[in-house]
């Protein structure tokens, strides 16, 4: 087999990446179970806005994130009687649809924190990082899936 960019990143690293997650998970959840807090705002927004963003996000991202993992039963799919091509179909338009719908609720939620002052008074420069980073992820997983 002949090393390329396109082996590692697509064929090697899910699995690295897989692996650091779960052993990563384990051991923060033994040392550290004290610690999971994502230090919630949602006390100082209003209810309606929020139950909006905070839905949409979530709803957004974990479609994603089953999506993805369904990708595992292709072959179980096919035999099936599913084709190659509707699978595909199948996977791109609940994909971009789950992708817009967690991109709108993640502006919302990034509004939110920026603009209001309340919540920007009490977030911590970190939730702002990390909202951005998930996003940029987002955009650029979108980007690079449509292209």
């Not at 509707?86 to 971009?96: C, D, F, K, R, T």
């Not at 939730?127 to 899936?145: A, G, Q, Y």
């Amino acid at each position: 087999m002949i090393w390329s960019w396109n082996t590692f990143l697509f064929g090697i690293y899910p699995y690295i990446a897989g692996t650091i997650f779960l052993l990563g998970s384990i051991i923060r959840y033994e040392r550290e179970q004290a610690g999971w807090t994502s230090y919630s705002s949602q006390i100082l927004a209003s209810k309606r806005y929020m139950m909006w963003a905070s839905n949409l996000w979530h709803i957004g991202i974990l479609t994603l994130f089953l999506g993805h993992f369904t990708g595992f039963l292709t072959d179980i799919l096919e035999w099936l009687g599913l084709d190659p091509v509707e699978h595909q179909w199948l996977a791109a338009s609940a994909g971009i649809t789950a992708g817009v719908v967690a991109m709108v609720g993640g502006v919302m939620l990034l509004l939110r924190r920026v603009l209001d002052p309340k919540v920007r008074y009490a977030s911590r420069p970190m939730d702002i990082i990390i909202l951005v980073w998930l996003l940029i992820t987002l955009c650029w997983l979108f980007v690079r899936s449509s292209g």
